[in-house]
């Protein structure tokens, strides 16, 4: 258990000091602005770059892992959808930033720092592959679905352009495109723009997960929702079952991949969910909520998690005997 402790209090302890300092300083929201673009542009694209750049190719084109990975995301969104709107009787869009907080974990800034200290660099190439096809997905899905429920005719091309600037342009799956691309050619940067890299890298968790810590404590719980009753247990729980159940049942894959994809799937909401919700004016303080109680039990969760894991308790393959 000192182990799983030594795994975890690293983790958690950047996001409570920096939901400390938040609550000490009182800096204002705006002074976050630099952090965060230091943190989106700079250190996170320096990380997914130096890791997939030298990994092999033929480990970046397992598209079996892929694709049960993002349908099971898929899934869990749906689920929480259907349920938002049959028994709260949600609007679409509230209905859609519900199933987001349900199936769409904090993988930009909490899974780089969990995934890569508790299996090592060798977790990287499932962390980029699922951080990059999970964000298409959620660019995807939020834009189409508050589109049709608009009541407005959108042109189908200008729509399909807004969502390809959102993927192709955002830094993450940028430094994914590139990385890969300097994989395929066997691309090294010069050693002085390498040592710069590794040390933008080494800075990317760290600085996350202590700008979440910020963030949550600048949104502030005022209520409860009543959505969280069923939005916390898809989120936590059944959303790592069920990517657990089918990397299991649909294929033979790397261990080391299916405790990542598993582990990823039960990180808390991903603040992304709050700036959807902020964008659109829709279910904007329950979200910031969701965000601030599903990162709290998380620390119990992804513990018990981490436990099972590295314990032996839970195998790779649940149908392997």
């Not at 091309?157 to 993450?172: E, W």
């Not at 600085?207 to 404590?217: D, E, K, R, S």
């Not at 405790?259 to 990180?267: C, D, G, I, P």
Request: proline share 6%.
């Amino acid at each position: 258990m000192a182990e799983i402790a030594g795994l975890v209090f690293p983790l958690f302890g950047l996001i409570l000091l920096g939901y400390l300092a938040a609550r000490i300083t009182k800096q204002p929201a705006e002074a976050m602005g630099w952090l965060n673009t230091f943190i989106i542009y700079v250190a996170l694209p320096c990380l997914f770059f130096k890791l997939l750049s030298k990994t092999p190719i033929e480990k970046l084109t397992s598209w079996e892992f892929i694709t049960t990975n993002i349908s099971t995301t898929f899934v869990i969104f749906l689920a929480v959808y259907a349920i938002a709107r049959l028994m709260t009787k949600a609007t679409t869009p509230e209905a859609t930033i519900q199933g987001l907080a349900g199936a769409y974990g904090n993988i930009g800034y909490m899974g780089p720092g969990i995934a890569l200290l508790t299996f090592g660099e060798e977790a990287a190439v499932p962390l980029a592959l699922i951080f990059c096809f999970e964000n298409i997905l959620h660019f995807i899905v939020a834009p189409t679905m508050m589109a049709l429920s608009s009541g407005k005719e959108q042109h189908v091309g200008a729509l399909l352009g807004q969502i390809a600037k959102k993927v192709f342009l955002h830094p993450f799956i940028i430094a994914t495109i590139v990385g890969v691309a300097a994989a395929i050619v066997q691309f090294t940067p010069p050693l002085p723009i390498e040592r710069l890299i590794d040390y933008l890298a080494q800075a990317a968790a760290p600085c996350a997960l202590f700008a979440m810590g910020v963030t949550l404590a600048l949104r502030p719980l005022k209520r409860v929702p009543g959505e969280l009753s069923f939005i916390i247990p898809f989120n936590l729980v059944v959303h790592p079952i069920a990517m657990y159940l089918s990397l299991s049942f649909f294929g033979d894959f790397d261990p080391l991949w299916v405790y990542t994809a598993v582990l990823l799937a039960a990180l808390p909401t991903a603040t992304n969910v709050f700036v959807i919700a902020q964008q659109y004016g829709v279910w904007v303080e329950r979200a910031s909520a969701t965000i601030l109680l599903t990162t709290m039990i998380s620390v119990v969760t992804v513990t018990l998690l981490l436990y099972a894991m590295t314990t032996g308790l839970m195998p790779a393959d649940l149908f392997v005997n």
